[in-house]
């Protein structure tokens, strides 16, 4: 056989190999097995059935409201945040199920994809080595060695042919290289996910314990008797309302005397929602701050110092902003704020959740925006679960303990427990 002839027929072979890999490359890759599948998707449809249950125990919440006034109205109370953590506890046992699953899913597609690259890189190496051999004789040299100008001409299209099946293989091995890389990072995100839920569960389970301590120690106290629970209520709310009324007296003549233009002004969008379920939005507000309704009836007029955001017991609570956490504390059951944590981002802003039923953080950890820092409750001065979210306008000394009631700070107020945070407030809302 002719040099030429049989030159063309070399590549005329190695372009019909290029073809047919080309079209298996088209193939797609195998999917999660079946069984796996079916596993997640059935996770998957628990973890919304327990969303949903979740989402309709919000309801309760307002129905529930100024119910407390009699022993079986706080026992209910107690109880419906029994029902709320333990729906919580169960959705984290369950998203830990799914999210290994599909962790596990996930193992398969990044090693089968990587498989698949290995073959295009020996494909692409194979092809390229054939077009560099073929390729020495030039397009002058093909032409003027084969037996006529048509088969000179028929090699190199063939050559031309075989370099644009490269081109096309090369680009599938780069889109194959994104998926792999898309894949690992969705793999990283639900190992995170994961990370999340099971810090929730050890917290929710200590949530769960406490609500029903809480339930046996005040049946404990009235001897589930109704007399003694009124006479209880009746010494508390006396307690309550004359620890109100000094911290209004304090941050009104704060407020009068502060300067305004030392801290950020309104910023939309700065402020994350931070009532988040498995880190979904979820919440609603239930008092916005300023002169509301229930301030008139319960401040003697003055303001509510921050904006209630209603949800179930053991609902995860976010930052909402970097920062550094500057107190994590505990009013008591019945008094102020309750458990609350303050952070301090830094620019003369601070914010503060409060009546909260856990804390995922600790006094001088540094916090992005977004990152889980406790659990909605109903401790300290409450009438049902929420999150009381508050900003301050971080005291010019810091969140210290102080006297100086010209210069704000953390306050020993009895019969509050613990320190009272006290500032100059500003309307979170705005910020959101």
């Given at each position: 056989?002719?040099?030429?002839?049989?030159?063309?027929?070399?590549?005329?072979?190695?372009?019909?190999?290029?073809?047919?890999?080309?079209?298996?490359?088209?193939?797609?890759?195998?999917?999660?097995?079946?069984?796996?599948?079916?596993?997640?998707?059935?996770?998957?449809?628990?973890?919304?059935?327990?969303?949903?249950?979740?989402?309709?125990?919000?309801?309760?919440?307002?129905?529930?409201?100024?119910?407390?006034?009699?022993?079986?109205?706080?026992?209910?109370?107690?109880?419906?945040?029994?029902?709320?953590?333990?729906?919580?506890?169960?959705?984290?046992?369950?998203?830990?199920?799914?999210?290994?699953l599909e962790i596990r899913g996930l193992s398969y597609e990044?090693?089968?994809?990587?498989?698949?690259?290995?073959?295009?890189?020996?494909?692409?190496?194979?092809?390229?080595?054939?077009?560099?051999?073929?390729?020495?004789?030039?397009?002058?040299?093909?032409?003027?060695?084969?037996?006529?100008?048509?088969?000179?001409?028929?090699?190199?299209?063939?050559?031309?042919?075989?370099?644009?099946?490269?081109?096309?293989?090369?680009?599938?091995?780069?889109?194959?290289?994104?998926?792999?890389?898309?894949?690992?990072?969705?793999?990283?995100?639900?190992?995170?996910?994961?990370?999340?839920?099971?810090?929730?569960?050890?917290?929710?389970?200590?949530?769960?314990?406490?609500?029903?301590?809480?339930?046996?120690?005040?049946?404990?106290?009235?001897?589930?008797?109704?007399?003694?629970?009124?006479?209880?209520?009746?010494?508390?709310?006396?307690?309550?309302?004359?620890?109100?009324?000094?911290?209004?007296?304090?941050?009104?003549?704060?407020?009068?005397?502060?300067?305004?233009?030392?801290?950020?002004?309104?910023?939309?969008?700065?402020?994350?929602?931070?009532?988040?379920?498995?880190?979904?939005?979820?919440?609603?507000?239930?008092?916005?701050?300023?002169?509301?309704?229930?301030?008139?009836?319960?401040?003697?007029?003055?303001?509510?110092?921050?904006?209630?955001?209603?949800?179930?017991?053991?609902?995860?609570?976010?930052?909402?902003?970097?920062?550094?956490?500057?107190?994590?504390?505990?009013?008591?059951?019945?008094?102020?704020?309750?458990?609350?944590?303050?952070?301090?981002?830094?620019?003369?802003?601070?914010?503060?959740?409060?009546?909260?039923?856990?804390?995922?953080?600790?006094?001088?950890?540094?916090?992005?925006?977004?990152?889980?820092?406790?659990?909605?409750?109903?401790?300290?001065?409450?009438?049902?679960?929420?999150?009381?979210?508050?900003?301050?306008?971080?005291?010019?000394?810091?969140?210290?303990?102080?006297?100086?009631?010209?210069?704000?700070?953390?306050?020993?107020?009895?019969?509050?427990?613990?320190?009272?945070?006290?500032?100059?407030?500003?309307?979170?809302?705005?910020?959101?």
């Open positions: 056989m002719p040099k030429a002839v049989n030159r063309g027929v070399c590549i005329a072979s190695t372009l019909l190999v290029a073809g047919l890999v080309f079209v298996q490359s088209g193939v797609a890759l195998a999917a999660v097995p079946a069984e796996l599948q079916g596993q997640i998707e059935a996770k998957r449809k628990e973890v919304d059935k327990l969303n949903q249950q979740i989402t309709q125990t919000q309801t309760q919440i307002g129905s529930l409201q100024g119910q407390a006034k009699t022993l079986q109205g706080a026992i209910a109370q107690i109880d419906d945040g029994i029902q709320q953590a333990t729906l919580n506890l169960r959705s984290s046992e369950v998203n830990i199920e799914k999210l290994t990044t090693e089968e994809v990587g498989e698949e690259i290995h073959r295009k890189q020996s494909q692409v190496g194979d092809l390229l080595r054939a077009v560099q051999r073929r390729d020495k004789y030039g397009f002058l040299e093909s032409l003027l060695t084969s037996q006529s100008l048509a088969d000179g001409l028929s090699e190199i299209n063939a050559l031309k042919a075989l370099q644009n099946n490269i081109s096309a293989e090369a680009s599938q091995l780069a889109k194959l290289q994104e998926q792999l890389i898309e894949t690992i990072n969705v793999s990283s995100g639900k190992k995170d996910q994961l990370g999340v839920e099971v810090v929730n569960l050890v917290n929710r389970k200590v949530i769960l314990d406490e609500q029903k301590g809480e339930k046996s120690d005040l049946l404990d106290q009235t001897e589930n008797q109704e007399s003694a629970y009124q006479s209880l209520l009746t010494t508390l709310e006396q307690q309550q309302r004359a620890l109100l009324e000094e911290i209004s007296e304090i941050e009104t003549q704060l407020n009068k005397n502060f300067d305004r233009s030392s801290v950020p002004s309104r910023q939309t969008g700065y402020l994350a929602w931070p009532v988040t379920n498995s880190g979904a939005r979820t919440g609603i507000i239930t008092q916005n701050y300023g002169e509301t309704a229930y301030s008139t009836r319960f401040y003697k007029g003055r303001p509510h110092n921050g904006t209630d955001i209603a949800a179930p017991t053991g609902t995860e609570v976010r930052a909402g902003a970097d920062g550094v956490v500057a107190r994590v504390d505990y009013n008591g059951l019945n008094f102020q704020y309750g458990r609350y944590i303050l952070i301090d981002h830094g620019n003369g802003l601070t914010t503060l959740y409060a009546h909260l039923s856990g804390s995922a953080v600790s006094q001088g950890q540094s916090v992005g925006r977004g990152d889980l820092i406790g659990y909605v409750g109903s401790t300290g001065f409450s009438t049902g679960s929420h999150l009381h979210y508050g900003l301050y306008a971080t005291p010019s000394g810091g969140w210290r303990t102080s006297t100086d009631r010209a210069q704000g700070g953390l306050f020993s107020i009895p019969p509050a427990s613990g320190l009272v945070p006290i500032g100059v407030t500003l309307n979170p809302q705005q910020y959101l």
